[in-house]
């Protein structure tokens, strides 16, 4: 840091993983007086197999040690529960399938977190993830961008950040590549230089979904269906499907006589469609079966990052995180509503994940899918 450069009390989201531990270390050799705080967002059956917080902690704590900074552990739960978990089971009972983890960004990680920071006197709160913050030095606002590193990017995750949230939150590892924050936690000594990044959501880790998800919504069986309306099989439940699965129908080695769109009677199974009314779950044979494919979609619950909603003119999507971004054309609608036309047909699209629009490299925001 430049002597000119202004430091900052700035209080870090300290995960236990390697790409925090990095971005603390990052902003202490910065010149900036740093802190770091664990979050703890999730309390039922944390000591289980599957939800490793009390090991996660201990990683972060050492962290903290190694590079020479103060660690608070704070406890998010109940906030967790009643502004995600809550929203999360409400939409897997109308048959959707949410994104918790864009919620959890938007509530916990960038409100109930930062209003702590500044309550211990931050001026910024810093996290691990691969994105970038820009000011805009001609319309004054900031920017939320993708991470230089395409195989991270994780504005996907944070396209609900306002301008207020971005004003304060720097994203140091956003500027670098994943080989590069590993080679920095190796070449500093991080205990967790060489720790398996972190998957699924975090309040069921790796335990197989439907079992977890099975304790909260009763199971409703109904019939599986395919395309030409033939009943084939039996469904648990719709809350427990999403479009486009494949694994877990049931129904691999299922042969159905004179199915030919999806490639012959060998061609795997996929959810296609899932009608509450009837409780019936619609599958096709083959993954590029006209029903999986969406040349639009209508979304609900618009937020924007520049706090309007851009002119409506040709743009890019993602329809679900690791997807390649989709040219499409963006039409404003009213009550934070909007439509996307694509140039080539989007596959599964679903109802209740994210809409995340692109200009190059500047997340805009996105929606709420609501219909494809």
């Known amino acids: 840091m430049s002597p000119a450069a202004k430091r900052h009390r700035v209080v870090v989201g300290l995960s236990g993983g390697v790409d925090s531990a990095v971005t603390a270390w990052l902003l202490k050799q910065q010149g900036h007086e740093v802190v770091g705080i664990f979050m703890k967002n999730w ?12 090991i996660d902690f201990v990683d972060a704590a050492a962290v903290a040690d190694v590079i020479g900074i103060e ?20 939409e897997y009972s109308s048959g959707r399938t949410p994104n918790p983890d864009i919620l959890c960004n938007a509530e916990i990680k960038f409100k109930a977190f930062l209003d702590h920071a500044m309550r211990l006197g931050a001026e910024k709160i810093a996290t691990g993830h691969y994105a970038r ?13 993708k991470g230089l590193d395409p195989a991270k990017d994780q504005s996907y995750f944070l396209h609900r950040l306002n301008q207020a949230q971005l004003a304060n ?30 998957t699924g959501i975090c309040f069921i880790g790796e335990r197989p979904f439907r079992e977890f998800l099975n304790r909260f919504i009763a ?19 719709l809350s427990f499907y999403t479009l486009g699965q494949r694994q877990g129908l049931g129904i691999g080695g299922l042969k159905a006589k004179g199915a030919q769109r999806g490639g012959g009677d060998h061609a795997p199974w996929f959810v296609a469609r899932k009608d509450l009314p009837s409780n019936t779950l619609w599958v096709v044979q083959g993954h590029d079966h006209p029903w999986l494919l969406s040349p639009s979609l209508t979304a609900q619950n618009a937020s924007w990052v520049a706090g309007d909603a851009p002119c409506a003119g040709d743009m890019a999507a993602k329809t679900r995180y690791r997807q390649a971004d989709a040219s ?3 039409t404003p609608g009213t ?12 596959w599964a699209v679903t109802p209740g994940q994210s809409a995340v629009l692109y200009k190059d490299d500047v997340c805009l925001g996105g929606g ?3 219909a494809a």
């Open 43 to 54: 309390e039922d059956d944390d000591d289980s197999e599957y939800c490793s917080s009390n």
């Open 71 to 90: 660690i608070e552990h704070v406890n998010f739960a109940a906030e967790y529960k009643d502004r995600v978990f809550s929203e999360f089971l409400r």
């Open 133 to 145: 913050v820009r000011l805009n030095t001609s319309s004054h606002r900031h920017e939320l961008l």
């Open 169 to 198: 939150t720097l994203f140091p590892v956003g500027e670098l590549l994943k080989t590069e924050v590993r080679r920095i936690a190796l070449e500093i000594g991080l205990p967790n230089a060489k720790k398996k990044d972190s």
């Open 219 to 237: 199971r409703e069986p109904g019939p599986i269906k395919n395309d030409k309306g033939q009943t084939i099989a039996e469904h648990v439940g």
């Open 328 to 330: 499409c054309t963006f």
């Open 335 to 346: 009550a934070e509503a909007f439509s996307l036309s694509f140039t080539q047909a989007q």
């Open 368 to 370: 709420i899918i609501h």
